[in-house]
């Protein structure tokens, strides 16, 4: 499958100082499965612990607190444990442990909370005997008290704890959220269309990629089984399934992916009674598909006639798939064409991508038009990431841009149910040490850094942030969702810093002692070294109210992003040489950052690339 991804990093001359962008107030952990909860109120805050999970010597929880009074400019939340609950790490706030009492003290981003406001601290515990959850809580010295029943605990763990903190463990994807659907069920298991796709749904394990896992793992398994038992756990997470050029529609000619149909068909028989089931497809065969990048690009041509194959040929048999009666219990999150609408928005300059640009707008117009008239079908277009549309100078075009080929659909706006970022790259979820990008080292603002040129978003959780405001301003509905793909993010591993290093005078050196992102360059894109699986596919990580509704994996772990040009072919992407180099449009050159070995083309199983993202997983498999 053509998988490979083009980051074009582009620079401003001029800093940004972004608006002030907070990471919100009802950040946390939302599991899948509660599996315990105390609820505790008082005139001044609201107190609700639920545990997570719970192996039976360990466990993860979380507490959401409310402000019921008047506004906090920072908080500190404590309780006490009975028993011998002893902390291993925690985030969303700095986490502290003395005897049976625990202190959950506001991070720089989530100390702000107005009134009727939300806060979501997590962690994770171990402990022995009975877990008896903590029955009195206090917000900044004010007592919450009471308490409801809890739930009948569960005895499987979402995750084995990490012992370092910041990234939130994750439930296991095929087990089905205890929250109901906004829609009632219809006796076959299906819901009408609803805001989010991912709520009160299991998930489809693609039977290709566990096969590719497991033949991994079998490799692995005589000399080096402690990372084979990681390996095997890979199986057990969904992947997308790409439709990344016509024949893989009924797949034809490959030996390892099926057809679209057969993986349907297969998510019919995973599909649990009364329950529907997610089942994630990218869409992804433009006409002069992915023009800055050569790794990935299409087999379509560029031109009117590439039109009319790509809707006839590619969109047409698809939708004609998707719209069968049988799938209808099937909700199908559609991934629209990565990579296409962020080159009409920065990469004009090049005759390829001006030429393609029309063909985009055009087949992305009816790729939406054909996909949101199946009422099981959930469009969300791909925003690039925060490292190449995070600048002021991209990210308002960008916003335009997806609007007006919103626009032109028949539905309008309501074509799309939302958006992706980081679809097969690697920029972090959250900088955990870098939360401020104006914040002043040396007399110069962070992103000032050589590493970021003044782009003020690190992360994808700002950037998404900011991109919802600005797609919201354009027309779209406050109601689109936000979806990350963290499927090889996490850069775990013995580089990951694990506390803030305030020594460093120079933003730079400052900078490279806190990210957690390890790239030698922003912009580098294929087959990065030292990168690591990242926080599991999880159902609205941050809380309901938040604008993120999932994490997703929609690159397949272990799947090459491209090959390059060798004395044996001449076929590939000088970005995926390991030997090669990237530029920052700014006279920096800098390593392609990929794995040695990597002549893998783009789709293909790359062992050395899994081991490495197994072993660096954060948070641990």
């Not at 100390?111 to 005997?129: I, K």
Request: charged content about 10%.
């Amino acid at each position: 499958m053509e998988q490979g991804k083009d980051r074009k990093a582009r620079r401003i001359t001029s800093a940004f100082v972004a608006a002030g962008v907070t990471l919100g107030v009802a950040g946390g952990l939302a599991a899948l499965t509660t599996t315990s909860s105390n609820a505790a109120t008082a005139a001044g805050c609201t107190a609700v612990y639920s545990t997570t999970w719970d192996s039976g010597s360990g466990f993860g929880s979380q507490v959401v607190i409310t402000d019921d009074g008047p506004a906090w400019s920072n908080w500190t939340l404590s309780y006490s444990y009975a028993g011998n609950q002893t902390l291993q790490n925690g985030w969303n706030g700095t986490w502290a442990q003395s005897g049976h009492t625990v202190t959950v003290t506001s991070a720089a981003y989530n100390g702000a909370v107005a009134s009727g406001g939300t806060v979501t601290p997590a962690g994770n515990f171990t402990y022995s005997g009975t877990n008896a959850a903590p029955t009195s809580f206090a917000v900044n010295g004010i007592a919450c008290s009471g308490t409801v029943p809890p739930t009948t605990p569960s005895t499987t763990p979402s995750t084995t704890p990490s012992t370092t903190p910041t990234t939130p463990p994750t439930t296991p994807p095929t087990t089905p959220s205890t929250t109901p659907s906004t829609s009632p069920s219809s006796p076959g298991g299906g819901t009408g269309h609803v805001a989010n796709p991912f709520l009160g749904a299991t998930s489809y394990l693609s039977p290709d990629y566990t096969g590719e896992v497991n033949a991994q793992v079998a490799a692995d398994q005589s000399s080096n089984p402690t990372l084979a038992a990681s390996e095997a756990k890979m199986a057990a997470f969904p992947t997308a399934v790409w439709m990344d050029h016509i024949g893989a529609i009924t797949g034809a000619g490959d030996s390892v992916h099926h057809g679209l149909q057969w993986h349907l068909d297969q998510a019919l028989t995973q599909q649990q009674a009364g329950t529907p089931i997610t089942l994630e497809v990218v869409i992804y065969d433009l006409p002069g598909r992915d023009c800055a990048a050569i790794a990935s690009n299409g087999e379509i041509p560029a031109t009117a006639a590439g039109l009319t194959e790509y809707e006839s040929q590619y969109i047409d048999p698809i939708s004609t798939i998707l719209a069968n009666p049988k799938y209808s219990s099937i909700r199908i999150v559609a991934i629209v064409e990565p990579d296409s609408l962020p080159n009409a928005v920065t990469n004009q300059s090049k005759p390829a991508c001006a030429t393609a640009t029309p063909f985009y707008e055009s087949g992305v117009e009816y790729a939406l038009n054909k996909l949101h008239a199946i009422p099981n079908v959930y469009n969300y277009v791909d925003i690039a990431h925060s490292a190449w549309l995070g600048w002021s100078s991209n990210m308002g075009p960008a916003a335009q841009e997806y609007a007006k080929v919103a626009r032109a659909t028949t539905a309008g706006f309501s074509s799309v149910d939302g958006f992706i970022s980081n679809t097969a790259n690697y920029t972090p979820t959250t900088e955990p040490f870098l939360p401020n990008s104006t914040l002043q080292v040396g007399g110069n603002p962070l992103d000032s850094a050589k590493f970021y040129q003044y782009n003020p978003y690190f992360d994808e959780y700002d950037y998404d942030q900011a991109m919802y405001t600005q797609l919201v301003g354009q027309g779209f509905s406050s109601n689109i969702g936000m979806l990350i793909d963290t499927s090889r993010n996490g850069w775990g591993g013995p580089n990951r810093p694990t506390s803030l290093n305030s020594a460093p005078t120079t933003v730079d050196t400052y900078v490279a002692a806190n990210k957690v992102d390890q790239r030698p360059f922003r912009g580098d894109w294929c087959n990065q070294s030292g990168a690591g699986i990242g926080a599991r596919p999880t159902v609205q990580p941050y809380g309901a109210s938040n604008h993120i509704i999932a994490f997703v994996w929609i690159k397949p772990p272990g799947e090459s992003d491209g090959d390059y040009v060798t004395a044996t072919h001449s076929h590939g992407d000088p970005h995926c040489d390991p030997n090669g180099t990237n530029t920052d449009g700014n006279g920096g050159t800098y390593s392609t950052g990929s794995l040695a070995g990597g002549d893998v083309p783009a789709g293909q199983w790359f062992a050395a690339e899994f081991q490495q993202e197994v072993t660096n997983a954060y948070p641990v498999l």
